[in-house]
């Protein structure tokens, strides 16, 4: 954020603009709000939603709008009601997806980070600082893109 002056002559804090659309999709609504909370405050356009069934039928539904702008990065907790944010990302890159896809669990067994890492998605265990899912997604969307940081 960087510091302006309005018109009083205060000094306010305004978002930066970094164009950044992001799908979030986390259960437990504290911690989904305060993500979303702070992504916006980053000048990111979240969306955010509380179920991996949920973020599929919003990935769907971008997809049949054309008009409407792709998710530049998408976050998905493991463990939610119903399916597990992995099977949703597994489905997606088997469709092809190559968006860059940020996992997040409290519980980050071997199973998990190899299941992520097979799937090419950043796994942050919980908990973790915002700043560092601030970093996370500027590193995501970094003008090389992600693809070149999986062929290393």
Request: net charge negative; with cysteine.
């Amino acid at each position: 954020m960087r510091p302006t002056r309005n018109t009083d002559d205060e000094t306010t804090l305004q978002p930066i603009d970094r164009g950044t659309r992001i799908l979030l999709a986390e259960d437990d609504a504290s911690l989904r709000e305060l993500i979303s909370c702070v992504l916006r405050l980053d000048g990111h356009d979240v969306e955010a939603v509380s179920s991996a069934q949920e973020m599929q039928s919003v990935l769907v539904a971008g997809a049949a709008a054309a008009a409407d702008r792709p998710f530049d990065v998408i976050v998905t907790d493991v463990r939610m009601p119903g399916r597990s944010g992995l099977d949703v990302v597994e489905e997606l890159r088997a469709a092809g997806c190559a968006t860059p896809i940020i996992v997040i669990t409290a519980f980050p067994d071997d199973a998990i980070k190899e299941r992520a890492l097979s799937l090419q998605t950043m796994l942050i265990a919980k908990p973790f600082s915002l700043e560092a899912m601030s970093f996370a997604i500027d590193w995501m969307v970094d003008v090389d893109g992600p693809e070149s940081r999986w062929a290393h």
